[in-house]
T-cell receptor, first 115, second 111 residues
Framework: NAGVTQTPKFQVLKTGQSMTLQCAQD?????MYWYRQDPGMGLRLIYY???????DKGEVPNGYNVSRLNKREFSLRLESAAPSQTSVYFC??????????????FGEGSWLTVV | GNSVTQMEGPVTLSEEAFLTINCTYT??????LFWYVQYPGEGLQLLLK?????DKGSNKGFEATYRKETTSFHLEKGSVQVSDSAVYFC??????????FGKGTRLHILP
């Protein structure tokens, strides 16, 4: 099972360049998420999508845009990359419903460096 | 708002030692609580969870009990192994579908 697949795994950008991180899940999950992970900061939610066609801001949305293209795919775009966006990015998905106890599944991460 | 606080690391133990990683939370009502583990170069994966008060989650020798009265979900293992070296995250999930993670605790096990 592929689970959650995100690309690219590694990327180096120059300040001001744009790029899109792609994410797809094959588990028929309603909800998808983008997190960033920084040393000493844990995981911080950038954006999430509770269902196809909806997106909501998380804790640190500035400098990012997202698109929930369909139920499977949720992309994260950096329009004008800044060194502060150097981080490891994780896409995740989860089946949602009446219970808040459903497991969230993560991709393997995308290492982004902005120089 | 909802939040999770876990003990800062790194935590360094010898093999076969007893492990406790503390986690407390702030939330209204009854969130679900999780422990996730991250091995080097990988994404997070579920270790265990509990969805209501007094539930005990367990997996791979790890345990955590959902304590509503102390708003805690401490992770324990009776005898750690070198292969348990990883970063551990406490998390909560509530009605608004967001999942809130703690900052993570890095665990080093020495042979």
């Amino acid at each position: 099972n592929a689970g959650v697949t995100q690309t690219p795994k590694f990327q180096v950008l120059k300040t001001g360049q744009s790029m899109t991180l792609q994410c797809a899940q094959d588990m028929n999950h309603n909800s998808m998420y983008w997190y960033r992970q920084d040393p000493g900061m844990g995981l911080r939610l950038i954006y999430y999508s509770a269902s196809e066609g909806t997106t909501d801001k998380g804790e640190v949305p500035n400098g990012y845009n997202v698109s929930r293209l369909n139920k499977r795919e949720f992309s994260l775009r950096l329009e004008s990359a800044a060194p502060s966006q150097t981080s490891v990015y994780f896409c995740a998905s989860r089946k949602t419903g009446a219970s808040s106890g459903n497991t969230i599944y993560f991709g393997e991460g995308s290492w982004l460096t902005v120089v | 708002g909802n939040s999770v606080t876990q003990m800062e690391g790194p935590v360094t133990l010898s093999e076969e030692a007893f492990l406790t990683i503390n986690c407390t939370y702030t939330a209204t009502g009854y969130p679900s609580l999780f422990w996730y583990v991250q091995y080097p170069g990988e994404g997070l994966q579920l270790l265990l969870k509990a969805t209501k008060a007094d539930d005990k989650g367990s997996n791979k020798g790890f345990e955590a009990t959902y304590r509503k009265e102390t708003t805690s979900f401490h992770l324990e293992k009776g005898s750690v192994q070198v292969s348990d070296s990883a970063v551990y995250f406490c998390a909560l999930s509530h009605r608004d579908d967001k999942i809130i993670f703690g900052k993570g605790t890095r665990l080093h096990i020495l042979p």
